[in-house]
């Protein structure tokens, strides 16, 4: 049974590879010191074990795994990355310069220092900031033939150099930088919920009623019998009316009327009202007796996905919220380069955010009129634009241009990333193409990534043992170089130099490191979802940086 179960994984090669992604997944849920591994994590320890066993990848599989990240990365950056160079994204573009710089100079310094074989500083770099796309980008690197060869040594030697410097690192950057982001603000005597709270007080200027997020909208019909309300325009009398409402309906004398901002109520009138369902129940009577009434009740309550265009963003002043509230909805969630950022406050517009809306029908499409696109459950991916959008990255990734004698471009990777920034960033401004659903998009990117991590792994495994036992201490000490020293000086950077807040700096480190596990860490501390704003800034620019990065250390 065991010979016929080893003969079939070694002749089929995706048979291999999703036995390692369903195991790394499994070993991905296994929670250590009370955080979870990740998928990345034990898709790359399993494919560590197979390859150890001698069991190798398919460069195809792990070509079109890397194809499919990177062109995501880009498409989901693409509508924000823009817009963060205009929100403060000097601070941002600068603090992702000074971290992803940092790790890049020790990496490269240690690399030479150690005597490390050609392409381990690629890896070096890469494991020391827990980057995928710097991986990606310096295997894919070698692999096209982008970057010379050193003399003695084939490409796939420097590949496994790459892959097994970036495993052995990979361990520390992920738990240290945890362990760092966890205790620095405690070592530092920052108090970070403290912090938080201050900062979402500035933000909702000193009112302390926060945004409240959607719990059960819900409709409910009543009579007109407070004094309070009468002749007082609709706009105007939510002081007056439970939580935040919105009077869909009002009928008098038997009839319906219109209903507009300046719509006044009278006593005896019967109002239909869409709102929150605890707060209806913490104000039960202060309208009057509620109603059953079918035909005044019947109110179609709707939730849609709207994403901001940018050509809505110019135009525009208010704040979102603001906006969706004169339309009588709801927001449950917002999400930014797919992270949920915090709905306490003014929110800013930001081209490419997508707003979870709910409210009656015709007022969702008021507010996807107003702010951008409404998102309709759709199934179709345009794989029209998806298709050729890679096809043209592949194509600008060739381009070269020499200086002083070296042959310098994008490389595949920086070509991908391009493409995939600007589809995003056009799709922002005309979203009748390019269209790729929330869910088909996380599966390209999350299962290309899994795909290239399982070849990853599986290269690595068959040489890391001896990599170890040669210069395993060095590496591992050099690992933890590369991960500590650019957060410590891109916490002074921030603070001294750009006078960033701490919880939102904390939020931003994490983003230049591209590391979402210790977001996780960093909100959990903060007791706020504050720091994601941070994350998204510096993450626009941290892929872009750390992608082109990994193929420039292998020129040097």
Not at 225 to 254: F, K, M, Q, T, Y
Not at 297 to 314: G, M, N, P, Q, W
Request: aromatic share 8%; net charge negative; charged share 15%.
């Amino acid at each position: 049974m065991i010979a016929a179960v080893d003969l079939f994984l070694r002749s089929n090669p995706v048979g291999l590879l999703f036995l390692v992604l369903g195991l790394g997944y499994l070993v991905g849920r296994v929670s250590v010191l009370g955080f979870e591994l990740g998928s990345v994590s034990g898709v790359l320890f399993v494919g560590l074990f197979f390859g150890h066993l001698g069991y190798v990848p398919n460069a195809t599989t792990q070509s079109v795994g890397f194809v499919l990240f990177i062109f995501s990365v880009g498409l989901q950056a693409g509508p924000s990355f823009f817009s963060v160079i205009k929100q403060d994204g000097l601070k941002y573009f600068s603090l992702a310069v000074v971290i992803s710089g940092t790790g890049f100079a020790l990496a490269l310094t240690l690399a030479r220092l150690l005597g490390l074989e050609p392409g381990a500083a690629a890896g070096l770099l890469a494991g020391g900031l827990t980057s995928s796309p710097t991986l990606a980008a310096a295997q894919e690197a070698v692999r096209a033939g982008d970057v010379p060869v050193a003399a003695g040594f084939t490409a796939d030697q420097i590949m496994t150099n790459v892959t097994t410097a970036y495993a052995i690192t990979y361990i520390f950057g992920l738990v240290g930088l945890i362990l760092i982001i966890r205790f620095l603000p405690r070592v530092l005597g920052v108090d970070l919920p403290s912090e938080a709270a201050k900062l979402e007080a500035s933000r909702r200027g000193g009112v302390e009623d926060r945004v409240q997020v959607l719990n059960d909208i819900v409709v409910r019909a009543y009579r007109v019998e407070n004094e309070r309300l009468v002749g007082v325009p609709l706009g105007a009398a939510n002081e007056n009316l439970p939580g935040r409402i919105s009077v869909e309906r009002l009928r008098r004398d038997g009839e319906l009327i219109p209903v507009t901002e300046e719509t006044t109520v009278e006593l005896g009138d019967e109002v239909c009202i869409v709102g929150f369902l605890d707060e209806f129940i913490a104000s039960a009577g202060r309208i009057g007796p509620e109603l059953s009434d079918p035909d005044l009740l019947d109110v179609h309550i709707e939730s849609a996905r709207v994403v901001v265009l940018r050509t809505k963003v110019k135009k525009f002043t208010q704040s979102l919220n603001e906006v969706v509230a004169e339309e009588g909805c709801f927001i449950s969630r917002i999400q930014r380069l797919g992270v949920d950022i915090p709905l306490e406050g003014d929110i800013e517009f930001q081209a490419g955010d997508v707003v979870h809306v709910t409210g009656p029908t015709s007022r969702v499409e008021a507010v996807g009129e107003a702010v951008g696109h409404i998102e309709r459950a759709t199934e179709q991916t345009d794989l029209v634009t998806f298709s050729l959008g890679i096809a043209v990255g592949l194509l600008v990734g060739t381009w070269t241009v020499t200086v002083a004698g070296i042959s310098v471009g994008l490389g595949t990777a920086g070509g991908l990333l391009a493409a995939g920034l600007v589809i995003g960033y056009l799709r922002a401004l005309h979203p009748t193409f390019g269209g790729v659903p929330g869910a088909a998009r996380w599966v390209f990117m999350e299962l290309g990534l899994m795909a290239f991590m399982a070849g990853v792994g599986l290269r690595a495994g068959s040489g890391i043992i001896d990599t170890l036992a040669q210069s395993g201490f060095s590496l591992v000490a050099a690992g933890i170089l590369v991960t500590s020293t650019p957060v410590l000086i891109g916490y002074v950077f921030g603070r001294k130099v750009l006078g960033i807040n701490p919880v939102l700096l904390l939020g931003a480190i994490t983003g230049s490191m591209t590391s979402g596990a210790s977001l996780s860490i960093v909100t959990a501390e903060a007791r706020s979802s504050v720091p994601s704003l941070g994350y998204t800034g510096a993450y626009a620019f941290a892929n872009v940086f750390l992608t082109v990065a990994g193929s420039v250390i292998l020129l040097l």
